[in-house]
Structures are given as structure tokens and as C-alpha cells.
């Protein structure tokens, strides 16, 4: 596709349901970012993968949330037992390689009930 | 602790008048700097960016100017438009270093409204 797509748009959860975030990145962009973004601040780091390898997930803020990139293409960011603490918008981003200018889709609003 | 620091939330500017949006940071690692726009409901998009060994880089009529010494960097949008009302985020990266994988690290954003 010509960008970043995400899906869902909005998703609406209840407290401890799972959910699961999917990344459509631009054809060929090795690099994959995952970012969150509460009201108000800018994007935060959550995960980064090259390729299928998720090389830094330190910005995860629990392990109730977990990300992959099975194929190198599509990522998939879970979050399991969701808290109210988890509404966010959750952005994901791709460039060429680690060191290009990142573009980003236009993100998932998540809202936990 | 903010390591990219836009202190002003919103700033306001007259149609054809400039706006300086500026953005502070205290991570001496970091090398790459950008600009994104957003607006409402959509993702980020890229603006502009400078590399450290740079103090300036101009596109059209986006300018940002690197202060290394000050740890300090500022866009310029001349002349401003009201298709600029948005939301504009500094970010800053660390590419050196074959550890680094390019996560940016983001401020708050500044809200710009272009008034006609």
C-alpha cells in the first residue's frame, strides 16, 4: 500500500478483555515501531522490530503487552488483561532501515471501559 | 524524566507572519533531530529533520536550526498558512552506534493555530 495502515480504527474494550492491534507497514521498510500516545503528550516508544526480529522492547510498559512481526511484514501488538491505564492511541511506524525518517500510520484509539 | 522538552503548548500567529515553535533536550547522544506534524484523528507525518554535524536545513518554507551548545532546536514556518494549524512534535534520535535502532524520543507537541 502507499502507507502505514492500522486496524482497527477505534476499538472499545472492557477492563481485562484482550486485544490485539494490527500494522500494515509500507512494502519493503524493514524497520517496524510501535508507539503509544496518551492524550495530551506526544508518541511513546514501546517496541522496535528489524525484519521479524524484535531487537528492543523496552519501552513495553508490562508484560501484559506483546508484539510480533512473524513474517517481517505485519506486526501484531497484543495486550492482554486490559487496564483503563492502556487507553491510548497506538501508533505504528515503519522506515526503510533503523536510520531513515520514520512514517507513521494514523493509529488505533484504544479505550478501556 | 523528559530528555525532549516543548514548553510552550500552543502558540498563535497571525496568516503570512512567522511561527517558531521550539523544542529543548538533554541527551548529549542524540544526533538526529525531526519535525512532525499532526492533525486531528490522523497519524504524525513527517516534516523536516537535521543531522548533528548540521545547524540548519531549510525546505520550502520550513526552516529548523540546531544549537548544539544549547541543546536546543526551533522551526521556523515562513510564510505561515492556516493549513498549518496543527499539532507539531519534536523528536530526537540517536543513529550512531550499531546498538542504536532509531527510536525517537518525543515532546509534548505545540498546538499552532494560523489565524486568516
Known amino acids: 500500500g502507499a502507507g502505514v495502515s492500522q486496524s482497527p480504527r477505534y476499538k472499545v474494550a472492557k477492563r481485562g478483555q484482550d486485544v490485539a492491534l494490527r500494522c500494515d507497514p509500507i512494502?519493503?521498510?524493514?524497520?517496524l515501531f510501535w508507539y503509544q500516545q496518551a492524550l495530551g503528550q506526544g508518541p511513546e516508544f514501546l517496541t522496535y522490530?528489524?525484519?521479524?526480529?524484535?531487537?528492543?522492547k523496552s519501552g513495553l510498559p508490562s508484560d501484559r503487552f506483546f508484539a510480533e512481526r512473524p513474517e517481517g511484514s505485519v506486526s501484531t501488538l497484543k495486550i492482554q488483561r486490559t487496564q483503563q491505564e492502556d487507553s491510548a492511541v497506538y501508533l505504528c511506524a515503519s522506515s526503510l532501515e533503523s536510520r531513515t525518517e520514520a512514517f507513521f500510520g494514523q493509529g488505533t484509539r484504544l479505550t478501556v471501559v | 524524566d523528559q530528555q525532549v522538552k516543548q514548553n510552550s503548548p500552543s502558540l498563535s500567529v497571525q496568516e503570512g507572519r512567522i511561527s517558531i515553535l521550539n523544542c529543548d533536550y538533554t541527551?548529549?547522544?542524540?544526533?538526529?533531530f525531526l519535525w512532525y506534524k499532526k492533525y486531528p484523528a490522523e497519524g504524525p507525518t513527517f516534516l523536516i529533520s537535521?543531522?548533528?554535524?548540521?545547524d540548519k536545513n531549510e525546505d520550502g518554507r520550513f526552516t529548523v536550526f540546531l544549537n548544539k551548545s544549547a541543546k536546543h532546536l526551533s522551526l521556523h514556518i515562513v510564510p505561515s498558512q492556516p493549513g498549518d494549524s496543527a499539532v507539531y512534535f519534536c523528536a530526537a534520535s540517536s543513529m550512531t552506534g550499531s546498538s542504536n535502532t532509531g527510536k525517537l524520543i518525543f515532546g509534548q507537541g505545540t498546538t499552532l493555530q494560523v489565524k486568516p
Open positions: 512494502s519493503g521498510h524493514v524497520s
Open positions: 541527551n548529549s547522544m542524540f544526533d538526529y
Open positions: 522490530f528489524q525484519n521479524e526480529a524484535q531487537l528492543d
Open positions: 537535521i543531522s548533528s554535524i548540521k
